[in-house]
């Protein structure tokens, strides 16, 4: 199926002037073509693992790699299963996922205890919720009775640290005091939250998972990090200050973390009002693609990107809007032209970008896809991982979305009060001006060194507005001629 309505976004300055050898080669029409891409760049990316030999089975090496990332790399493996039907990685993935399980079968592994915050054992329930919604086989041998007991688990695990001792409620950024980041509760733990609340309601049709969800996307709204007329996306809030002041920068996967949440729920509840939220956020995201004016449409990491200055962490979290953004395509429908859109020319971006030489390899992937020579210089599991997924994903047209269980799980200790009763402290103001995030150097939770902390900086123009109409507010997305209301 041809999806693009001829080219209606051009990538310039990003030069083709390379010999086609040392580039990889993607038709981002044809699924063919995106199917062997992304089998290329897994490949590359699968190098970079040395568990089976170093014996820390499951883990890509630390340092540089923390623990998180490990299990977004497992997870975005089982996406490639599904999307390009290889089968070929799939015992060591599994084996991967079932190493971190942890006795208690939650992905609490006490020696990642100096590394384990909230948003980070969500990380690798994602990759377990993704397993059952993408049925990936579990090895008859394991003691894991199902992936999907795996996310239940970590999600009672979070529930159960619901923190309403400071900001109304809310989840901290890390689970130990003695981690720094303790007192900063942020977007991605209680994002993380959400979306898994709203997986496993979809998946289970169990009710109570769409409270929790309710809660984490009212307590996020109230603080003030959902901006409740632009709907960007913001980092965290301070709980010694009781989050009454928000860190205004924006990351992509924190964008994307919500945009999946609320096309779940949508697609569950039938619920106009998270249709519209999804709508809202796609409209948002969109700041994110296009860092200068010769290379629109291009996804790149707003914060860090153009200045070089993104670490270890950040260099992976454009691949998760990317993975969100193609769950989003299945899930609602309405948005899949926009969204394919989107991704095929970042895709296109990304093929080019993965060239260069590492050693012997010509295979690498670089993190600037508007990069004016293709190859940007630099390699790493962030880039090559960023790269699978972008590509993988233009596969979202063709192949089932997540699968539902009609089954009910039973869920302990997760009764929730109604959203409604939340006592929240007065969300801060959001930056003046049309700004949709703060692309200043420091602190927040987008990586390991955020200090958690305010960063300060300047703000680019946003590319999503809202237009009143009398007492409604509709946010308008227009990209590449197409309007989305």
């Known amino acids: 199926m041809r999806f693009l309505k001829g080219r209606l976004c051009l990538i310039v300055g990003i030069a083709s002037c390379l010999p086609a050898s040392q580039a ?3 038709n981002v029409n044809d699924d063919a073509s995106v199917r062997q891409a992304a089998s290329q760049i897994a490949h590359q990316m699968i190098q970079f693992y040395n568990g089976n030999v170093t014996g820390a089975t499951g883990l890509f090496p630390y340092p540089p790699y923390f623990w998180w990332e490990s ?9 490639y299963y599904h999307y390009t039907n290889d089968s070929s990685y ?12 942890s006795p208690t079968q939650d992905f609490m592994p006490i020696e990642q205890e100096f590394d384990l915050g909230n948003d980070d054992q969500a990380f690798w329930a994602f990759a377990a919720m993704t397993a059952t919604e993408r049925a990936f086989p579990l090895p008859a041998a394991s003691t894991t009775t199902s992936w999907l007991s795996l996310a239940v688990n970590v999600f009672n695990d979070l529930v159960s640290r619901w923190d309403t001792s400071t900001c109304g409620g809310g989840l901290r950024w890390q689970i130990f005091p003695q981690n720094a980041g303790y007192d900063y509760k942020n977007m991605p733990a209680n994002g993380a939250l ?3 609340s709203a997986r496993l309601a979809r998946y289970t049709g169990n009710q109570t998972y769409v409270s929790w969800a309710e809660k984490s996307w009212d307590w996020m709204s109230s603080i003030g990090l959902i901006d409740a007329r632009s709907f960007n996306v913001y980092d965290g809030s301070d709980d010694t200050l009781n989050c009454t002041e928000v ?8 964008a994307g973390m919500l945009l999946a949440g609320t096309a779940y729920l949508a697609n569950f509840t039938g619920n106009s009002t998270w249709a519209t939220r999804n709508t809202n956020l796609l409209a948002s995201a969109v700041q994110f693609f296009g860092p200068y004016s010769n290379a629109t449409g291009v996804m790149y990491e707003a914060p860090c990107e153009r200045q070089r200055t993104c670490d270890t962490d950040q260099l992976a979290f454009k691949g998760y809007l990317a993975t969100w953004m193609g769950v989003t395509a299945q899930l609602i429908p309405d948005t899949q032209a926009a969204i394919l859109e989107l991704l095929a ?15 012997a390899s010509n295979s690498t992937c670089g993190q600037a896809w508007w990069y004016e020579s293709g190859w940007d210089g630099t390699s790493g599991l962030g880039q090559t991982l960023s790269a699978l997924e972008v590509v993988q994903n233009l596969l979202s047209r063709s192949t089932a979305p997540p699968r539902v269980n009609s089954s009910v799980v039973h869920i302990s200790n997760a009764t929730v009060a109604l959203s409604s009763t939340l006592s929240l402290p007065t969300a801060t103001p959001r930056p003046t001006g049309d700004s949709p995030v703060n692309v200043g150097g420091g602190g927040g939770s987008g990586g390991k060194g955020g200090s958690g902390k305010s960063g300060a900086g300047a703000v680019r123009d946003a590319a999503a507005w809202a237009v ?18």
């Open 194 to 196: 959400f979306q898994l």
């Open 468 to 485: 009143g109409f009398g007492t409604v507010t509709v946010t308008v997305l227009v990209f590449g001629g197409i309007c989305m209301l």
């Open 24 to 26: 990889l080669f993607l």
């Open 71 to 79: 299990g977004a790399t497992w997870g975005a493996m089982i996406d």
């Open 345 to 359: 020319v970042s895709a296109e971006g990304a093929a080019r970008s993965c060239t260069g030489v590492v050693g």
């Open 247 to 254: 860190n205004h920068i924006g990351w992509t996967y924190n």
């Open 90 to 101: 799939n015992d060591l993935i599994a084996q991967a996922l079932l190493s971190q399980v």
